[in-house]
């Protein structure tokens, strides 16, 4: 079975700081996918960033980067320069293969920006 | 590249009625899964249908039901309605199963009364 594990409490940052969001999972899948989804107050999942687990680096998208520690079984996700609008809950996922290819979440992590 | 679209946004219904929910997948995917999102449960996964097949199917009573067409679209239905199905349902296409991302709809708010 799969299991993603977001424990931090609500989250503040100042805005144009850095934040780290934290993700441990766990799985006997050799091949899987970690995911990064942000949810606004609107209701609508945004796919962020994406790991899979032979990849080499880190993955990056402009301001979102992912720090992948694949012994720890960590997948934290990490903003660079925050803004106003990042505000929202984000999601940690994941997804293996076979019965495992549905998407696991996380609890998610409250964001809030502070201007 | 139109996204994913999910019919109808707002839904109201008393217990013991059906519904039906629609998503049109993003063009080219053929996966469409399907989440129920709730306060205390979270995100739970309901099915997952690729090519008119149900792949992946979650631990939710028979009441929840999903179907896939030709042209990727799917629906689910729900019969029976009990308050606890009040969620936000999410529709989520991808190219294919396992390690392809999954793109969401804005979701279905169902409240049932």
């Known amino acids: 079975a799969q299991k993603i594990t977001q424990t931090q409490p609500g989250m503040f940052v100042q805005e144009k700081e850095a934040v780290t969001l934290d993700c441990t999972y766990d799985?006997?899948?050799?091949?899987?996918?970690l995911f990064w989804y942000k949810q606004p107050s609107s209701g609508e999942m945004i796919f962020l960033i994406y790991?899979?687990?032979?990849?080499?680096q880190n993955a990056t998208e402009g301001r979102y980067s992912l720090n992948f520690q694949k012994a720890r079984k960590s997948a934290n996700l990490v903003i660079s320069a925050s803004q106003l609008g990042d505000s929202a809950m984000y999601f940690c996922?994941?997804?293996?293969?076979?019965?495992?290819?549905?998407?696991?979440f996380g609890k998610g992590i409250t964001l809030s920006v502070r201007p | 590249k139109a996204g994913v679209t999910q019919t109808p946004r707002y839904l109201i219904k008393t217990r013991g009625q059906q519904v039906t929910l629609s998503c049109s997948p993003i063009?080219?995917?053929?996966?469409v899964s399907w989440y129920q999102q709730t306060p205390g449960q979270g995100l739970q996964f309901l099915f997952e249908?690729?090519?008119?097949?149900?792949?992946n199917k979650g631990n939710f009573p028979g009441r929840f039901s999903g179907r896939q067409f030709s042209n990727s679209r799917s629906e689910m239905n729900v019969s029976t309605l009990e308050l606890g199905d009040s969620a936000l349902y999410l529709c989520?296409?991808?190219?294919?199963?396992?390690?392809?991302?999954?793109?969401f709809g804005p979701g279905t708010r169902l409240t049932v009364l």
């Open positions: 989520a296409s991808s190219q294919g199963t396992s390690s392809y991302e999954q793109f």
């Open positions: 799985t006997s899948d050799p091949s899987y996918g």
């Open positions: 790991q899979g687990s032979y990849d080499q």
């Open positions: 996922a994941m997804r293996g293969a076979g019965a495992n290819s549905k998407l696991t």
């Open positions: 063009s080219g995917h053929r996966s």
């Open positions: 249908y690729f090519s008119e097949t149900q792949r």
